[in-house]
């Protein structure tokens, strides 16, 4: 939400600077801002959850091949490249990438088009700012509804993604005032809404042991489409003289994304999420031993739980003199 919050008091002062310093001048300001990452990104540390200690195998991997590369087969563990054999990943990488490829013509070209039809830069810029503070109120609502559980986060995620692509295609319709702010407040919304969402249901693909090398992948493919969205419009406005084509463009980058969620396993399923968070666990800052109230096996060998996916089966196996049973739940995401 923060996203909406900056961009919200930032359009302003975008344009203040552009107009006391030139665009250098301000692109040198916003530069020094934005080394502040630097700082932020230096005090993160890791936090330790208690699922991560429960996954005992890792994905496969070429290291069994005597033939491999021992550097070949650490990158491949460690950013997790197995899933690029992981059909149902891949194909939602491919709808966010193309999400990426719309989403972002609007943030890029809206205030040029608001100023093309004969409206001041500060009008364009307080477009910019309200449509971010519907992007704030959309990503706020859509993580409540999706709290609910009572609708698929699949079904959720199709729902905003469509909505996003009408709401660019129906901007180049706008004339008036009124109407290019009505349409960029639904844009801001429905593209706020989306957001959240998108991380969300990552889990329910790969589950939560995998999702960090997920996560690293899917924004790094995913970046393609941002890259290349942008200048495409570009493009498509030298060529036609205006902006209609570019968020037409945009629109149908958006539409194409929601028909390839269809092809996710089990998207027209109409039956509720089959499972519940259970509370959460203990969790540290990754600089020493969680602390908890429960006490730590004494035995190293003591069978640990792991909760994986896939097809549902009972499992029996041995440890510390006993035998113990465990059933692996099919699409876990908790």
Request: net charge neutral; hydrophobic share 45%.
């Amino acid at each position: 939400m923060g996203v909406g919050v900056a961009s919200f008091a930032f359009s302003p002062l975008f344009q203040f600077l552009v107009d006391h310093y030139a665009w250098r001048g301000a692109l040198l300001i916003l530069g020094g801002l934005s080394l502040n990452l630097l700082v932020c990104g230096a005090l993160l540390r890791p936090l330790r959850l208690q699922e991560d200690q429960s996954i005992t195998t890792s994905p496969q991997h070429p290291s069994s091949s005597s033939s491999s590369s021992p550097l070949l087969s650490r990158l491949w563990s460690l950013f997790d490249l197995s899933l690029l054999r992981h059909w149902p990943f891949l194909t939602y990488t491919a709808a966010i990438t193309l999400f990426n490829a719309g989403y972002f013509i609007p943030y890029v070209h809206l205030v040029a088009h608001i100023q093309r039809k004969g409206f001041s830069e500060y009008q364009a810029a307080l477009v910019m700012s309200l449509t971010a503070l519907t992007d704030l109120l959309g990503r706020g609502m859509s993580g409540w509804v999706s709290d609910l559980r009572r609708v698929r986060l699949p079904h959720i995620l199709a729902l905003w993604t469509g909505l996003t692509g009408l709401s660019m295609l129906v901007i180049p319709l706008g004339s008036s005032y009124p109407v290019l702010l009505a349409l960029g407040l639904v844009y801001g919304f429905c593209s706020g809404a989306m957001t959240p969402v998108v991380f969300s249901l990552l889990p329910d693909i790969v589950g939560v042991g995998r999702i960090f090398g997920a996560l690293g992948l899917l924004q790094m493919i995913e970046s393609v489409g941002g890259l290349l969205g942008s200048p495409l419009s570009g493009w498509l406005r030298d060529l036609t003289g205006d902006f209609t084509a570019s968020f037409l463009v945009a629109g149908a980058f958006l539409l194409a994304g929601t028909l390839v969620l269809f092809a996710l396993p089990r998207f027209f399923s109409c039956s509720g999420p089959q499972n519940q968070c259970p509370e959460p666990g203990p969790i540290t800052n990754g600089t020493g031993p969680s602390s908890s109230s429960q006490a730590e096996p004494q035995n190293s060998m003591e069978p640990q739980a792991a909760l994986v996916t896939g097809p549902s089966e009972t499992v029996t196996f041995s440890g510390s003199g006993q035998n113990h049973s465990a059933t692996r739940v099919e699409d876990a995401n908790c």
